[in-house]
């Protein structure tokens, strides 16, 4: 049982190219989120999604895109990478109940030069 | 919006020495509450959360938190800290109902260093 999948795990961008982050969980979970994390704010989640086919944006979704095309993936999307993109980036999924099940991805470092 | 704070950014303790980590949070409905800790290079793992019942809750590798509503606070606590709890821990918050979703909102985190 893998849990979340996070690829890739490091990855350097030049400002203005475009990557995609994949988030991968097999443990059937509905709910599926991205989050990133910079030093002294915590986490902050950027967008978000309760199941196959819908999206909504969270507290930092600017210069962000996503996608839930399958309900086991979650990808997020640069379009047009800037130096604030600079982060670590954590995916995590969750059961729909009210016992939460968060499960967290270990994480992708970006840095945009 | 609710909020999450975390009163300290970086304590410095001594091996054996007692730990208290504090956290308040803004939200007045019904929440979840949760403890992370995130060892250098590596992922959140769950060191316990809240959910209902006895505010005082046990978690792993020693760590408990109290629940203290009228106060809207959840401090970590640990009697005796070892070298190997030199982490960050964060506490976040996750509110119930409506379209909450289960998006937890995260305190700044704290940074303990424990010396040997």
């Known amino acids: 049982n893998a849990g979340v999948t996070q690829t890739p795990k490091f990855r350097v961008l030049k400002t203005g190219q475009s990557m995609t982050l994949l988030c991968a969980q097999d443990?059937?979970?509905?709910?599926m989120y991205w989050y990133r994390q910079d030093p002294g704010m915590g986490l902050r989640l950027i967008h978000y999604s309760v199941g196959e086919g819908t999206t909504a944006k969270g507290e930092v979704p600017d210069g962000y895109n996503v996608s839930r095309l399958k309900k086991q993936n979650f990808l997020l999307g640069l379009e047009s990478a800037a130096p604030s993109q600079t982060s670590v980036y954590f995916c995590a999924s969750n059961k729909v109940d009210r016992v939460y099940g968060y499960t967290f991805g270990s994480g992708t470092r970006l840095t945009v030069v | 919006a609710q909020s999450v704070s975390q009163h300290n950014h970086h304590v410095i303790l001594s091996e054996a020495a007692s730990l208290e980590l504090g956290c308040n949070y803004s939200?007045?409905?019904?929440?979840?509450l949760f403890w992370y800790v995130q060892y250098p290079g590596q992922h959140l793992q769950l060191l316990l959360k809240?959910?209902?019942?006895?505010?005082l809750v046990k978690g792993i590798k020693g760590f408990e938190a109290e629940f203290i509503k009228s106060k809207f606070s959840f401090n970590l606590r640990k009697p005796s800290v070892q070298w190997s709890d030199t982490a960050e821990y964060f506490c976040?918050?996750?509110?119930?109902?409506?379209?909450?979703?289960?998006?937890?909102?995260f305190g700044q985190g704290t940074i303990l260093t424990v010396h040997p």
């Open positions: 809240y959910f209902s019942g006895d505010p």
């Open positions: 976040a918050v996750s509110r119930l109902g409506g379209t909450s979703y289960g998006k937890l909102t």
């Open positions: 939200y007045g409905g019904t929440v979840n």
């Open positions: 443990m059937n979970h509905e709910y």
